[in-house]
């Protein structure tokens, strides 16, 4: 069974909005952000319902976030960058939340698990390269792109919807045992099935872990949010009193009280 390990983190101070640039060109506007080990944690909203995990060493700096947005602009994962990348400079940058937005609704997929699947695939590198040829922010093989009827690997937006697409058909497969789905991405359908399940490697064990643990804090944080937000709205329901009009002849009126399953 997979267990959800808590994690101590230390707050450091951030202003009201920022935005994190990426070495790869992307960027990240959020409220604020935490350390947790390697990774910088940014809330992409105030309520910590929303955050995206990146690894420290990928960041290249923070500037702050713009007082007004163009219209229609949002705050989210993967809005765009002024600056220029320093590896690719010629490399447009793309919005990484609308691309991972409309490839998760066309698939009817949870978005949070599509980035949770980049975040351990690449660590959000568009330009990422296994040591076996994966390619992209989805690590896609070759043969596995060509299926799937992605000319350009590197190309976010044409990645992202090939990874998307094939997530959906692995958890239909397996009649959306994500468990499965996920070590199928990862060690091939062929040595699931060889296996009757996850397959006994330590990476690919290790990989459907660190998915799992990630989209589980999630969830987690958007639970805790709802429950702050329903015990605010309830505390300020018993502490506002309703209004009454008495009547002339009354003297006192009194206003009414108002877990996973194992691979």
């Not at 043969?143 to 990874?163: H, K, M, R, W, Y």
Request: aromatic fraction near 6%; hydrophobic fraction near 40%; proline fraction near 7%.
């Amino acid at each position: 069974m997979w267990i959800i390990t808590v994690l101590v983190v230390m707050t450091l101070p951030c202003l009201a909005g920022e935005v994190a640039v990426l070495k790869n060109g992307f960027s990240i506007q959020h409220a604020r952000r935490e350390v947790v080990g390697s990774v910088t944690r940014l809330y992409v909203n105030a309520d910590g319902a929303s955050f995206v995990d990146v690894p420290s060493a990928e960041i290249d700096h923070f500037e702050s976030a713009p007082e007004v947005l163009p219209s229609g602009a949002r705050s989210s994962v993967g809005a765009p960058s002024t600056k220029q990348p320093r590896e690719f400079p010629a490399r447009p940058v793309t919005d990484l939340s609308t691309v991972v937005n409309e490839a998760s609704g066309r698939y009817r997929l949870d978005p949070d698990l599509v980035n949770s699947v980049i975040k351990a695939e690449s660590g959000f590198n568009v330009r990422a390269v296994s040591p076996k040829g994966a390619q992209g922010l989805m690590q896609l093989m070759p043969g596995t792109a060509s299926q799937l009827g992605v000319p350009n690997t590197f190309d976010a937006q044409a990645n992202v919807e090939g990874g998307t697409k094939y997530l959906r058909e692995l958890l239909e497969r397996y009649n959306f045992d994500l468990i499965k789905a996920l070590a199928a991405y990862n060690a091939g359908p062929q040595r699931v099935e060889q296996f009757g399940g996850v397959p006994p490697y330590h990476e690919t064990r290790a990989y459907v872990a660190r998915i799992v643990r990630d989209f589980n804090k999630k969830k987690i944080a958007q639970e805790k949010a709802a429950s702050a937000t329903k015990k605010t709205v309830a505390q300020q329901k018993k502490t506002t009193p309703t209004a009454v009009t008495a009547s002339a002849n009354s003297k006192n009126t009194i206003p009414p009280k108002v877990s996973s399953s194992s691979k």
